[in-house]
């Protein structure tokens, strides 16, 4: 079973490029259309923390540093 992760993201430092959504193996991430920050961006946040498995991707694939990603212990 693979291990199961929490990804914290930077409303502020997120610019919306999609890049974490694309580079998600389990599809746990997506843009807020709904919601902008206050640069007038929409920001990705962890959609389903359920289905991550702190892979990590996502803060490697980030430009702006804006993710930080834990595995769970136990």
Do not use: F, Q, R, W
């Not at 640069?39 to 540093?65: K, Q």
């Amino acid at each position: 079973m693979p291990a199961k992760g929490y990804v914290e993201i930077s409303m502020e430092g997120c610019k919306g490029c999609g890049l974490c959504v694309v580079h998600c193996p389990s599809k746990c991430l997506e843009l807020n259309t709904l919601d902008t920050n206050s640069y007038g961006l929409h920001y990705a946040y962890l959609a389903n923390e359920e289905t991550c498995i702190a892979c990590v991707n996502c803060a490697i694939m980030c430009p702006d540093a804006a993710i930080t990603a834990y595995k769970k212990v136990g």
